[in-house]
């Protein structure tokens, strides 16, 4: 493979985004941007091929849940490298959510709610419990991850998520959790845990919407399948 002194100008990765834009460019040469510049014997399109082809095929969970030290395992990515790669990833996460932010969706919709938070969560090898809190027109008012690692009794306290509902004056809440097995279909634990805060939402007047369960590109909704309430 010709490196990137050899390739005519019109070819060679930044200067064909200077000239036609980034959107022209294809996976493998963003990347090879990112990287900057190749290793004895390598270039740096042989690099940026490798590290999108091991992504991409899963080995270390895709590009949505990359870690500076998985990359590190390819040859020539230093600690440098993979932080750049590892940043510009994470930069297009929140740009994501950001964009879904600022269109004011309405977080009523399941749909809506799994869209935001799919990419975040859907590669995670551990749980995590997401709050969101909502106004009267079930916009978003604000995001509190409650829970790394998994859903401990006292962490997912329903006494404490109430009060933080009642600190940002919410008028609904929905729950929003991963199972890192992929399989979103909801355990006896996490409907408990939603009957418990239906009951203490109908005291306090803030209303439990949903409980979404985010699985590997698939979401189970807690409000759908009519699990919210019971004893």
């Known amino acids: 493979m010709a490196t990137i002194r050899e390739m005519a100008a019109a070819d060679r990765p930044r200067e064909k985004l200077l000239q036609h834009g980034a959107e022209y460019l294809t996976d493998t040469e963003l990347v090879a941007i990112l990287l900057r510049s190749g ?12 590290v999108h082809e091991t992504l991409f095929a899963a080995e270390i969970g895709g590009y949505g849940n990359v870690h500076w030290r998985d990359l590190t395992e390819i040859k020539g990515i230093g600690r440098d490298k993979a932080a750049t790669l590892c940043a510009a990833v994470e930069f297009g996460k929140r740009l994501t959510r950001r964009q879904i932010t600022s ?11 799994a869209d935001y938070f799919m990419q975040r969560l859907r590669f995670l090898d551990h749980e995590e419990l997401h709050v969101c809190h909502l106004n009267v027109k079930n916009r978003l008012l604000h995001e509190q991850r409650l829970s790394h690692g998994g859903m401990s009794s006292s962490i997912a306290d329903p006494r404490l998520i109430m009060r933080e509902a009642l600190r940002w004056r919410a008028t ?3 729950l929003v959790h991963n ?5 979103p279909t909801p355990s ?9 805060l239906v009951r203490a939402g109908e ?7 949903d409980h979404i369960v985010i699985g590997d590109g698939v979401f189970a909704s807690l409000h759908r399948e009519g699990l919210m309430t019971g004893r």
């Open 203 to 209: 005291i306090l007047d803030v209303q439990v919407l």
């Open 188 to 196: 006896p634990e996490d409907v408990e845990l939603t009957r418990c």
């Open 39 to 50: 290793t004895a014997g390598r270039s740096v399109l042989e690099m940026a091929r490798e």
């Open 172 to 174: 609904a809440l929905i």
């Open 103 to 113: 269109q004011q969706p309405n977080f009523g919709n399941a749909q809506t709610v």
């Open 179 to 183: 199972h890192p097995s992929g399989d």
